[in-house]
């Protein structure tokens, strides 16, 4: 493929082979080997529309890691802010021959669209509701990793789903794995049609969490609730955040992942964030770094072949 736009795409195959690639570059990283000539010689630019600490921060090294020139634009003071459109700032940025170009929008679509128009490898680092393709690659490695296998695993997805982009492109890739999906939302919270995707629905946490092998958490994304009804936090709290109580009903040796930014005692007691038995948050972090090294290795490698074509 040309780019990396979203899961939907990917074949299981696909897959698979991106996340072997990034479980070398994980070992080679902690072993400080990661060969820093893969990608000498190309140019990546990040263009982040909205905040971004781990995203933005791990495409940057994964590139930096690999050897290519990286270019973070700020978005913030661009000529985005004198109303420029985000068609003609790629445009404008593509006229510089980039290789690879890292973008996050809060328009679903707003990515595969700017894919289009130009002519380099396009990485969607997350579009409004719709993918955020390299957290469900890092939360599938991280999970390969902890369990030993990507396939027949009980999974549950707690939390927001309604507006989560991150549980879209999970839901689809660890479908596509042949895994069991559980989804745990207020009726609110809950896309309708979720159920189409193969996945079972529960509004009670204790019932869903029954003997999973993994428990995902989401943040509520009130940025994205558009005035709509938003719970109270302590409610919600008491309701669907992950304490011990309720994750006891999990299997006893079930992992803890949450993507982050994380809201601790809203959807997430910290004493289990930090519970380095339970917990693979930090874990999910560096896989991230991995993650992007072997996606933007396996476009470059397309890349060359292309233009030698
Ligand atoms: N998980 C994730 O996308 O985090 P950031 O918004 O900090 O990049």
Request: with cysteine; aromatic share 4%; charged share 25%.
């Amino acid at each position: 493929a040309r780019h990396l736009l979203g899961i939907e795409h990917l074949h299981p195959t696909e897959i698979t082979t991106l996340l072997d690639l990034a479980d070398t570059y994980a070992e080679a990283n902690r072993a400080g080997t990661a060969p820093r000539d893969r990608l000498a010689g190309l140019t990546q630019i990040n263009m982040f529309f909205e905040n971004s600490t781990r995203t933005q921060a791990s495409f940057e090294m994964a590139g930096k890691k690999l050897g290519a020139d990286v270019m973070n634009m700020s978005m913030q003071t661009s000529s985005v802010k004198k109303g420029e459109t985000l068609i003609d700032t790629a445009l404008t940025l593509n006229a510089m021959h980039p290789d690879l170009l890292v973008v996050r929008h809060p328009s679903s679509g707003a990515v595969d669209l700017l894919a289009q128009k130009v002519n380099c490898a396009v990485l969607n680092a997350g579009d409004g509701r719709h993918e955020h393709p390299t957290q469900a690659l890092l939360d599938a490695l991280t999970i390969r990793r902890a369990k030993g296998r990507l396939h027949r695993l009980s999974i549950a997805i707690c939390g927001d789903i309604a507006h989560s982009r991150v549980a879209r492109s999970n839901i689809m890739l660890l479908g596509k794995m042949e895994n069991r999906i559980r989804l745990i939302a207020p009726p609110t919270l809950m896309p309708t049609g979720i159920a189409d995707f193969g996945a079972e629905v529960f509004t009670d946490m204790r019932k869903g969490l029954e003997g999973v092998d993994v428990v995902m958490m989401l943040r509520l994304q009130k940025e994205r609730m558009d005035g709509g009804f938003i719970p109270s936090e302590r409610e919600y709290f008491h309701r669907y955040g992950l304490d011990a109580e309720k994750l006891s009903h999990a299997k006893p040796d079930a992992i803890v992942m949450h993507p982050g930014p994380m809201n601790r005692g809203v959807e997430i007691d910290g004493t289990i964030a930090d519970d380095i038995n339970r917990s693979v948050i930090q874990t999910q972090v560096e896989m991230g770094v991995a993650v992007r090294m072997a996606a933007m290795d396996l476009l470059a490698q397309n890349l060359r072949a292309a233009r030698a074509a």
